[in-house]
């Protein structure tokens, strides 16, 4: 009588593993595509931010009572009064920073106001148009400008960001 040979059992479709090796592979494009939706909706969160820090500029913009002389008699700056526009652009867009350097003129029947730029910041432009005078009630446009980075790499590039908006006066 002949006996079963006895060795090492083979069983087939051993998967011993195979579900680590497949977590492994499919992992890292699970991570990329979580990371890479997070820094997006950021980065539209930012977007939108931006662009409710420009409405509240140019609102504030066309309200604003005049330019006054500041340090140097060539040197017009808004008066904040009643609020400055920079406060305007951070009180309503609190998650970006804004450079918060005073708007400031050559003359006082300029039509731009500007802030010396910082990197990083949101930068503010108020344009008046002519012939009027920024400082006066009149139909005036603010732009704003950001360079912003994603929070995540490879998103981690420097996207730049601008909004406009322009706040008309109603004429009696």
Do not use: W
């Not at 446009?141 to 420097?158: D, E, H, K, Q, R």
Request: proline share 9%; net charge negative.
């Amino acid at each position: 009588m002949m006996r079963p040979r006895r060795g090492p059992k083979h069983r087939r479709g051993d998967e011993t593993g195979a579900t680590l090796v497949e977590f492994a592979l499919v992992a890292p494009l699970v991570f990329l595509i979580i990371f890479g939706l997070i820094s997006g909706c950021y980065l539209a969160f930012q977007n939108a931010s931006l662009h409710d820090g420009a409405t509240a500029g140019s609102r504030m913009a066309s309200i604003e009572s005049n330019l006054v002389v500041q340090d140097a008699p060539t040197v017009y700056c808004e008066s904040d009064s009643p609020m400055s526009i920079e406060k305007a652009v951070s009180d309503a867009a609190p998650l970006v920073p804004v450079n918060m350097a005073p708007l400031c003129a050559t003359s006082q029947t300029a039509t731009q106001l500007t802030q010396t730029p910082v990197n990083g910041d949101v930068n503010i432009t108020v344009t008046c148009p002519p012939p009027g005078t920024c400082g006066a009630p009149t139909s005036t446009t603010v732009s704003l400008t950001y360079s912003a980075t994603g929070i995540v790499a490879p998103f981690g590039l420097s996207y730049n960001m601008t909004a406009t908006s322009q706040d008309p006066v109603l004429t009696p």
